[in-house]
């Protein structure tokens, strides 16, 4: 009974789905997961750019603004534009790093020790990880 639980109610998502089904990006068991990074890394870089679009809008119409009403508008949309570029900057570096891990996945076990580089893959996967913490607790 216990088990059925678990996989009723404390299934954790995986970041990646997450933010392809946030995203509406199509995630198929069919396109290999760096090609579904890569896609999802494209997509929010995209946003980025069109709410830099919009933040720059809202600041040129600050200029023109006369009254106080216009200027709280505007002051409202930069408000919100600068919390949901913050927002795609951390899912984007939160993909980067999940990017980086990928990386350094063997493909198959055998093919990773059949041409004699296994230690030193595992060595750079090692140091991808650490990287990627370094960058986790300095964003955080």
């Known amino acids: 009974m216990a088990e059925s639980s678990y996989y009723q109610g ?3 998502r995986h970041p990646v789905y997450e933010l ?45 603004a006369t009254d106080r009403k216009a200027l709280s508008d505007v002051a409202t949309i930069v408000k919100k534009s600068n919390s949901k570029l913050n927002e795609l900057q951390a899912e984007l570096q939160q993909l980067e790093s999940q990017i980086i891990l990928t990386q350094g996945q063997p493909q198959s076990p055998q093919q990773n020790h059949s041409n004699g580089q296994g230690k030193a893959k595992r060595t750079r996967t090692a140091n991808r990880y650490h990287l990627c913490s370094h960058l986790n607790a300095a964003w955080h």
Do not use: C, F, M, T
Request: charged share 40%; proline share 4%.
């Open 10 to 12: 404390d299934y954790i």
């Open 20 to 64: 392809s089904s946030k995203y509406g990006v199509a995630s198929s068991d069919q396109v290999p997961l760096p090609a579904r990074l890569d896609e999802l890394r494209e997509h929010i870089r995209r946003e980025i750019r069109k709410e830099l679009k919009i933040k720059a809008g809202a600041e040129k119409l600050r200029e023109v």
